[in-house]
């Protein structure tokens, strides 16, 4: 049976074992021929083979492990026991009983002898079997980096392997060092090496990608970034972000860096155009967005500031045009929305602003018209519309406020003239519209307010007065005389006749053809024509 190689091993050993246990080597002559595996012969004995080494034993030197091999163990009787630095170990120098780390930053070179540094844009840190690419948002500049260095702030590095960063432009952030720079939006910026876009501050503005901002020109709404103009209705000021609403009474057609202010006389409901002129019947003031209605007794013609007080004597009814003068007949006063029919009694002219009091003794019956003068018996008072006809008893003569009470003893039968006196024989007393004839045996002069009875021995005929005629006697208040019987004594015409004596006569007064008429009063001698006389008035005859 034929032994294996590690068997054979092994009897060597127990032989060799037995043997110097039984014997004592004569180093002289056998113990640099007679060295075991893994002991080297030197200065007359046998030593253990020291790690870094591996001793073949007999008269074999000890070797040393090679160059980026290291053995850690005494007593290696092979090179098998050189093992090879691995990793990112090394072994500089023969007969290494350790490999070394290469610091941070190296690895060794292809043979594990030597550190080699990672090249620029590499590192190799602690832990780190190889060199990698310097990270993103990291820099490596030099050969043999252990450690990445950061990005500083305001820096990036979006790649591996950078050898350096690079300044953040302007108008960018880099708060993530390693990412490309993003560019700031309108409303923000930013200066060059930026970790962060800023605002605008107010009033101020900025396109995407800006380094800095701009005043906010007026006009413009600058809360988006670019300015754009502010619509009608809006303004802004420079320095102004937004635009802001025209408060009410103002106005702007667009761009504007101030609203206006509403003209007066002018509509500017809608803010955002140009106001529009006021409608007649309406107005507005200064500042005031809506045109409102004229008030009742006013008026405006158009593009009014305020509305004009109707004034006296106009018609305003229709409150957008210029007023007309009121008719004939009617009136209105100052601030009047229309006019008014003149009241029972008073009378106007076209464009008055009160009506007249009809005067007294004028006829108003028709308001429109001058008034006319009542005509004679007729009146009117103050304020009465119309002529009344006088009553009985009472006159005018035209244009009166009363008519007159007819005196006594004036005709009144015309009211329309100032009345006469009574005739004589006449009379009327006061108030009577016409003269009354005196009653029978009473007279009356002109102008009398009542009738006198007539004296005895008197008659009134009329308005004359006269004795009774001679024969004739009147001894009540009769118009007419009595003719006196025959036979009697009528001297006294106001006394009742008496007999006459014996042989005279008394004719009656019928008898007209006597020389003398006093011979028809009394008692007479009996005259032959006497006689005669008588004779003739009562059948008789007479003598001489």
Same mark, same amino acid.
């Given at each position: ?8 091993h ?27 595996a893994?002991t ?6 046998c ?30 009787d ?6 090879t630095?691995?990793?990112? !170990? ?24 030597? @550190? ?21 948002g ?12 950061? @990005? ?15 300044? @953040? ?21 930013a ?27 007026q006009?413009?709404n ?18 102004? !972000? ?10 702007s ?30 107005y ?25 007080? $109707? ?13 007309t003068d ?37 006829? @108003? ?18 304020a009465?519309p119309q ?15 009363? $008519?007159?009470?007819?005196a ?27 003269c ?14 009542? $009738? ?15 004795d009774?005629?001679p ?27 008496i007999?006459?004596v ?42 001489g």
């Open positions: 049976m034929e032994l294996s190689e590690e068997r054979w092994i009897l060597v050993i127990l032989l060799l074992a037995i043997g110097s246990v039984n014997a004592v080597c004569d180093c002289t002559t056998e113990c640099s021929s007679n060295c075991p893994g080297y012969y030197d200065n007359s004995t030593v253990t083979c020291e790690p870094g080494y591996y001793c073949l034993g007999g008269v074999n030197a000890r070797s040393s492990c090679s160059p980026g091999t290291a053995n850690p163990n005494s007593g290696s092979n090179s098998g026991v050189c093992v630095c691995s990793g990112v !170990t090394y072994s500089a120098d023969s007969a290494a009983d350790s490999c070394q780390t290469c610091p941070d930053g190296q690895v060794p070179n292809g043979g594990n002898t030597a @550190c080699v540094n990672c090249n620029p844009g590499e590192y190799r840190s602690s832990g780190a079997s190889s060199c990698s690419a310097c990270p993103q990291k820099y490596c500049p030099m050969a043999g980096t252990g450690t990445p260095s950061d @990005c500083p702030d305001g820096q990036y590095q979006d790649s591996t392997g950078g050898l350096n960063c690079t300044m @953040c432009p302007s108008g960018s952030q880099c708060a993530d060092k390693t990412a490309a720079p993003i560019q700031c939006a309108g409303g923000y910026y200066a060059e090496g930026s970790t962060s876009c800023a605002p605008c501050q107010t009033g101020y503005y900025s396109i995407a990608g800006s380094e800095s901002c701009t005043q906010c020109p006009g413009k600058c809360s988006d970034g670019a300015p754009t103009p502010c619509p009608g209705g809006y303004y802004s000021p420079l320095g102004i !972000t937004g635009c802001v609403e025209c408060s009410s009474g103002t106005y057609t667009g761009d504007a860096g101030s609203c206006t202010t509403c003209t007066a006389g002018y509509d500017c409901t809608d803010s955002a155009s140009s106001p529009s002129p006021c409608l007649p019947g309406y507005s003031p200064e500042g005031v967005a809506v045109c409102s209605a004229c008030l009742s007794g006013t008026y405006s013609t158009g593009s009014a500031a305020s509305c004009t007080q $109707c004034g006296e004597g106009k018609n305003c009814s229709n409150s957008g045009v210029t007023p009121c008719d004939p007949g009617f009136y209105s006063g100052a601030g009047d929305s229309q006019c008014h029919p003149c009241p029972s009694g008073t009378y106007s002219s076209a464009g008055s602003g009160s009506c007249d009091t009809c005067s007294i003794g004028m006829d @108003c019956t028709d308001p429109k018209a001058t008034p006319s003068p009542c005509p004679g018996g007729y009146y009117s008072p103050a009465d002529c009344h006809q006088c009553p009985a008893g009472t006159y005018s003569t035209g244009t009166a406020g009363s $008519c007159t009470t007819c006594a003893g004036k005709n009144c039968s015309d009211a329309t003239v100032t009345p006469p006196d009574c005739d004589a024989g006449h009379f009327s007393s006061l108030g009577d519209s016409q009354h004839l005196c009653p029978a045996g009473q007279h009356s002069s002109s102008n009398s307010s009542q $009738c006198t009875f007539c004296v005895e021995g008197t008659q009134c005929l009329g308005d004359t007065i006269t009774c005629l024969g004739t006697y009147n001894l009540e208040a009769t118009s007419n005389c009595s003719l006196r019987p025959v036979d009697k004594n009528c001297e006294d015409k106001s006394q009742k006749p007999d006459c014996s042989r005279t006569v008394n004719l009656t007064a019928s008898w007209t053809a006597s020389p003398s008429l006093d011979l028809l009063s009394g008692c007479k001698t009996d005259f032959p024509w006497v006689r005669s006389y008588i004779g003739n008035r009562d059948g008789e005859g007479t003598d």
